[in-house]
Structures are given as structure tokens and as C-alpha cells.
């Protein structure tokens, strides 16, 4: 899993995959960090945040900065990616245009009608 986050210039930065790598998976490591699901649309992104006791269960500090963590379903990509987004309103909403794309077409498939 490729995973991201903004630096102060607005690009988006790939971080750690050894991580990941030794817990297995995203979610194993989120999980083993203190964090807990807190959405899931389907055909979009799973959103999760850190629960009360991540402080305490994330020592090394990897995910101290960020309020969400949104795992990207994007059936075009051939490697699923994360994007790590602090609490910053601007940070949130480029992270919300950049995966515009993935709405409509989640919509289109889902036969919603458009607005």
C-alpha cells in the first residue's frame, strides 16, 4: 500500500511502507496504533480516526500529527494508497478534490441520479 500525506506546499508526499509491511496490513497497523474506523462509502475511502488511547499505543509517533487517515478504493490504481490528512480545513478539502473523481463514479455505478 503506497501511502501520502501533504507537506506545507500543498504536494503530496509517499511515506512508510515497511510499516505496514510488518503488521500485515493497514488496517492491522492502524488498529495496532490506537485508531478506530469512523467511515466507510463505499466505492470512495474508508475514514479512520485516532481513538482516545492512540497517544499511549502509537510510541514511535508515526501517525501523532494527523486528525484522519482515508484508505483510497480506487479499482484503477493497481496498488490500493492512504493518504494521511492532518486537522487543517484546507488539507481536509484538497484531500476531498483530489478524490472527486472516485464520488461520481461511485454514484454513477451506484445508478443514483446526478444533482
Not at 497497523?29 to 463505499?42: C, F, I, N, R, V
Amino acid at each position: 500500500m503506497k501511502v501520502y500525506h501533504f507537506l506545507e506546499d500543498g504536494l503530496a508526499e509517499r511515506m512508510f511502507e515497511n510499516f505496514i509491511r510488518y503488521y500485515g496490513s493497514m488496517d492491522d497497523l492502524l488498529k495496532a496504533k490506537g485508531w478506530q474506523l469512523s467511515e466507510d462509502l463505499d466505492m470512495v475511502y474508508t475514514a479512520w480516526v485516532p481513538s482516545e488511547n492512540a497517544e499511549q499505543a502509537d510510541r514511535e509517533g508515526l501517525f501523532s500529527e494527523y486528525a484522519y487517515v482515508f484508505q483510497v478504493e480506487d479499482i484503477s490504481s493497481t496498488m490500493p494508497w492512504a493518504v494521511l490528512v492532518r486537522n487543517d480545513p484546507h488539507e481536509y478539502m484538497k484531500f476531498m478534490r483530489m478524490i472527486e473523481p472516485l464520488f461520481s463514479r461511485a454514484q454513477y455505478l451506484s445508478g443514483a441520479p446526478s444533482a
